[in-house]
């Protein structure tokens, strides 16, 4: 624990080496990490190494109760892990309560040596954080909110790199201030570490040229304002070349939803080497409305794999299992709450119960009773999704897991509902970069939307929206053995239980099969 300061006021907050953000983790693709966590704090912690895929060391992969028994206080833990078939930013995060406010940091996976990046070299490099500070402690909102079963509150300011800049009524908060030479290119490397907010980006005077999301090259592409949910990295370059002078350097939310705004933007300063920075005034730029959803659509429809010779996009064009899950809200009976309900979200109506042991320990070692692997694969009825929701907003509750057979095709259509509340869902997998087939408004329609799928170069990544009241097909080959959780990453969701997790079989010998635990595994 360490005492942060931001605006005007101090609080006792969970670091990581004592800082927030956290430290970087630098690594070169095929590297083995060995990553030690210490537990000094009071909670029970776990950390995810969000975006890596993890092939066959799901034990490392860290959501609790998933892959792992929590890290007890005063208890240690080492991940070991290697990235492979993957180069770029990533970034990793508390996977348990909501530590991760403040528990996160960034992943860079370096190119093989002697593998150049294919765009054309930049000279420095910057890192970019975004994320979101609440002036109380976050886990006691998430008590509050949960007991009473109402939505918790919103945090009181977004950060860049850890500050929120001096659009807070503090003025002692100074904002970050990026240093760049003239002349000079700079990768960008952006991460969304925020727990419940879509958020725009954006520089004064500056376009940024996209060329890797989610540690995956895209064919590069100019844009104004960069797109990011919560769980979603993006490479950008940015050409230094105004000469002098400083730029505002804006971040504020993304939020489709008619019923909850928030419009709190963060700021920081691009500021030339050797400007005058007493005379010079910072050139400003003002951030898309919360509702520029034109914008949004535009950012995302540009994304494509690079699909080059060297990076091929391994679309599975075959499909072995075809899921269909419907995203929604819902309000079951609770006596102790505030009128008798609590908001709870669900995956085609079942709103996932976290087991108190991990998932993935019962999976190894054949023990029955933990969870089922009964997930429905559809919802049990269809109807007008985006519409008037039906009344019963009752969900069923269970740890339910969908099987996959072992180097299947899988596709998911996730399709976002109207039931309480049309919102964007940031979705997340472990395990897998998914490729982002096809995205539509209004319902999906199973005869003619596949028509239109992109099976040649759709963008791959770990984290997808299902977009208000419209619907994502994602596609992937189940070649990973383990337990790989499925979530929304708006942390709020996963706590009303938006979240479900495949199980994938073990291949046909030890190299396909999930290693066994380490020695060191926490135990429930
Ligand atoms: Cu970034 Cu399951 O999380």
Same mark, same amino acid.
């Given at each position: 624990?360490?005492?942060?300061?931001?605006?005007?006021?101090?609080?006792?907050?969970?670091?990581?080496?004592?800082?927030?953000p956290?430290?970087?983790?630098?690594?070169r693709?095929?590297?083995?990490?060995?990553?030690?966590?210490?537990?000094?704090?009071?909670?029970?912690?776990t950390?995810?190494?969000?975006?890596?895929?993890?092939?066959?060391?799901?034990?490392?992969?860290?959501?609790a109760?998933?892959?792992?028994?929590?890290?007890?206080?005063?208890?240690?833990?080492?991940?070991?892990?290697?990235?492979?078939?993957?180069?770029?930013?990533?970034?990793?995060?508390?996977?348990i309560?909501?530590?991760?406010?403040?528990?996160?940091?960034?992943?860079?996976?370096?190119?093989?040596?002697?593998?150049?990046?294919?765009?054309?070299?930049?000279?420095?490099?910057?890192?970019?954080?975004?994320?979101?500070?609440?002036?109380?402690?976050?886990?006691?909102?998430?008590?509050?909110?949960?007991?009473?079963?109402?939505?918790?509150?919103?945090? $009181?300011?977004?950060?860049?790199?850890?500050?929120?800049?001096?659009?807070?009524?503090?003025?002692?908060?100074?904002?970050?201030?990026?240093?760049?030479?003239?002349?000079?290119?700079?990768?960008?490397?952006?991460?969304?570490?925020?727990?419940?907010?879509?958020?725009?980006?954006?520089?004064?005077?500056?376009k940024?040229?996209?060329?890797?999301?989610?540690?995956?090259?895209?064919?590069?592409?100019?844009? $104004?304002?960069?797109?990011?949910?919560?769980?979603?990295?993006?490479?950008v370059?940015?050409?230094a070349?105004?000469?002098?002078?400083?730029?505002?350097?804006?971040t504020?939310?993304?939020?489709?939803?008619?019923?909850?705004?928030?419009?709190?933007?963060?700021?920081a300063?691009?500021?030339?080497?050797?400007?005058?920075?007493?005379?010079?005034?910072t050139?400003?730029?003002?951030p898309?409305?919360?509702?520029?959803?034109?914008?949004?659509?535009?950012?995302m429809?540009?994304?494509?794999?690079l699909?080059?010779?060297?990076?091929p996009a391994?679309?599975?064009?075959?499909?072995?299992?075809?899921?269909?899950?419907?995203?929604?809200?819902g309000?079951?009976?609770?006596?102790?709450?505030?009128?008798?309900?609590?908001?709870?979200?669900?995956?085609?109506?079942?709103?996932?119960?976290?087991?108190?042991?991990?998932?993935?320990?019962?999976?190894?070692?054949?023990?029955s009773?933990?969870?089922?692997?009964?997930?429905?694969?559809?919802?049990?009825?269809?109807?007008?999704?985006?519409?008037?929701?039906?009344?019963?907003?009752?969900?069923m509750?269970?740890?339910?897991?969908?099987?996959?057979?072992?180097?299947?095709?899988?596709?998911?259509?996730?399709?976002d509902?109207?039931?309480?509340?049309p919102?964007?869902?940031?979705?997340?997998?472990?395990?897998?970069?998914?490729?982002?087939v096809?995205?539509?408004?209004?319902?999906?329609?199973?005869?003619? $939307?596949?028509?239109?799928?992109?099976?040649?170069?759709p963008?791959?990544?770990n984290?997808?929206?299902?977009?208000?009241?419209?619907?994502?097909?994602?596609?992937?080959?189940?070649?990973?053995?383990?337990?790989?959780?499925?979530?929304?990453?708006?942390?709020?969701?996963?706590?009303?239980?938006?979240?479900?997790a495949?199980?994938?079989?073990?291949?046909?010998?030890?190299?396909?099969?999930?290693?066994?635990?380490?020695?060191?595994?926490?135990?429930?």
């Amino acid at each position: 624990m360490k005492n942060i300061t931001r605006l005007c006021s101090t609080k006792a907050t969970v670091t990581v080496n004592g800082k927030f953000p956290g430290p970087t983790i630098y690594a070169r693709e095929d590297d083995t990490l060995l990553i030690k966590v210490v537990n000094q704090v009071h909670y029970n912690l776990t950390i995810h190494w969000h975006g890596v895929k993890q092939i066959r060391t799901g034990w490392a992969d860290g959501p609790a109760y998933i892959t792992q028994c929590p890290i007890q206080p005063g208890k240690s833990y080492v991940y070991n892990f290697t990235v492979t078939d993957q180069r770029g930013t990533l970034f990793w995060h508390a996977h348990i309560l909501w530590l991760r406010a403040t528990v996160h940091g960034a992943i860079v996976i370096l190119p093989k040596l002697a593998l150049p990046y294919p765009f054309p070299n930049p000279q420095k490099e910057i890192l970019i954080i975004l994320g979101e500070w609440w002036k109380s402690d976050v886990e006691a909102v998430v008590d509050e909110a949960t007991q009473l079963g109402l939505p918790p509150n919103i945090s $009181d300011a977004h950060t860049i790199n850890g500050l929120p800049g001096p659009v807070s009524t503090c003025l002692s908060q100074e904002g970050f201030t990026f240093l760049v030479e003239p002349g000079k290119k700079y990768l960008l490397r952006i991460v969304n570490a925020a727990l419940n907010e879509e958020l725009f980006f954006k520089i004064a005077g500056h376009k940024l040229t996209v060329v890797e999301v989610d540690s995956s090259y895209v064919k590069p592409f100019k844009a $104004d304002t960069i797109l990011t949910t919560p769980g979603q990295t993006t490479n950008v370059i940015l050409s230094a070349d105004l000469g002098t002078g400083k730029y505002l350097m804006v971040t504020s939310p993304y939020m489709d939803s008619p019923i909850l705004v928030n419009n709190r933007t963060a700021t920081a300063t691009l500021q030339y080497v050797g400007t005058n920075t007493s005379s010079t005034t910072t050139t400003l730029t003002v951030p898309p409305p919360t509702n520029a959803t034109p914008i949004a659509i535009k950012f995302m429809d540009s994304l494509r794999s690079l699909n080059s010779r060297k990076y091929p996009a391994k679309v599975p064009l075959t499909i072995d299992h075809s899921l269909f899950f419907t995203i929604s809200l819902g309000l079951n009976p609770c006596e102790s709450c505030y009128r008798g309900f609590r908001i709870v979200a669900a995956i085609n109506n079942v709103t996932f119960v976290m087991p108190s042991v991990s998932l993935l320990n019962a999976h190894f070692f054949n023990k029955s009773g933990v969870f089922t692997d009964d997930f429905p694969g559809n919802p049990a009825y269809t109807f007008d999704y985006t519409g008037i929701p039906p009344e019963n907003l009752r969900t069923m509750e269970g740890t339910r897991l969908y099987r996959l057979a072992y180097n299947s095709n899988v596709q998911v259509i996730m399709q976002d509902t109207g039931l309480l509340s049309p919102e964007n869902h940031p979705m997340h997998l472990h395990g897998f970069n998914f490729f982002v087939v096809g995205r539509g408004r209004g319902n999906f329609d199973p005869e003619e $939307d596949p028509k239109k799928f992109n099976l040649v170069d759709p963008v791959e990544r770990n984290t997808i929206n299902a977009p208000s009241g419209g619907w994502v097909a994602i596609r992937f080959r189940a070649n990973n053995p383990g337990i790989w959780f499925l979530h929304c990453h708006l942390e709020v969701h996963t706590t009303w239980g938006l979240k479900m997790a495949f199980v994938v079989d073990n291949g046909n010998g030890p190299e396909e099969s999930l290693l066994p635990p380490p020695k060191d595994l926490p135990t429930c």
